[in-house]
């Protein structure tokens, strides 16, 4: 069984930061590629960012692409980062980590297998 629960979501100012952790278990998860995802009232969860297994090949949507930093420790409790710089309004969205059980996986929803229940991202401006 795999579980993902994330945190680190809140309340900030546009133009602020917020670091959003996904404590990953369950078993074969150093093997599976990651991914946050998004989704805005009202919207589709839309792709945010992915990662391959070993931590490399990071990839990002459009919208986030240099303001966003994803990362990942598999060294005890693996764990998976998403570091948001520059916040803005249009990023408010409940943030979802996501497991696929592969190597490297992309932006589409069907890659991934497992789902956590996700975190409150809320930006003023």
């Known amino acids: 069984q795999v579980s993902l629960v994330e945190s680190g979501g809140g309340l900030v100012q546009a133009g602020g930061s917020l670091r959003l952790s996904c404590a990953a278990s369950g078993r074969s998860l150093n093997n599976y590629a990651m991914g946050w995802f998004r989704q805005a009232p009202g919207k589709e969860r839309e792709f945010v960012a992915s990662?391959?297994?070993?931590?490399?090949?990071?990839?990002y949507a459009d919208s986030v692409k240099g303001r966003f930093t994803i990362s990942r420790d598999n060294t005890r409790i693996i764990t998976i980062y998403l570091q948001m710089n520059s916040l803005k309004s249009e990023d408010t969205a409940v943030y979802y980590c996501?497991?696929?059980?592969?190597?490297?996986?992309?932006?589409?929803?069907?890659?991934?297998?497992?789902w956590g229940r996700g975190t409150q991202v809320t930006v003023s401006s």
């Open positions: 996501a497991a696929a059980r592969a190597l490297l996986a992309g932006a589409g929803r069907h890659e991934y297998a497992y």
């Open positions: 990662i391959s297994w070993s931590g490399g090949r990071p990839s």
